[in-house]
């Protein structure tokens, strides 16, 4: 992670020139006492930050999961659809 010490100096650069300087990782930025004031993230590290924190808490919730998982009754989505009036096409497209 990069990381911009905001000042009176550079106060005035734009973030399209910022991202461009500082590369394609995301950015901390910082006053000049060093209080983070925002980060900056690229699309992709955000998906990956996503990606990592859902594997986090799934890992973390592993029990909970099991137990939801293995639990009986419910419906189908078509009962769902039904339930709610809604038209349910299914995986061939066609209405069911």
């Known amino acids: 992670m990069n990381t911009f010490v905001l000042s009176s100096d550079n106060v ?10 500082l590369g394609s990782d995301e950015i901390r930025i910082c006053d000049e006492s060093g209080n983070v004031l925002a980060y900056l993230t690229p699309p992709s590290a955000r998906d990956e930050t996503l990606y990592a924190e ?3 808490w799934a890992r ?3 029990d909970i999961l099991r137990q939801r998982s293995s639990r009986r009754g419910g419906m189908t989505t078509a009962e769902l659809c039904q339930r709610v009036g809604m038209t349910y096409q299914g995986d061939s ?3 069911e």
Do not use: F
Request: aromatic share 0%; net charge negative.
């Open 60 to 62: 973390a919730n592993q």
């Open 12 to 21: 005035a650069i734009p973030v399209k020139a910022l991202i461009d300087n």
């Open 93 to 95: 497209g066609e209405e």
């Open 54 to 56: 859902a594997q986090a």
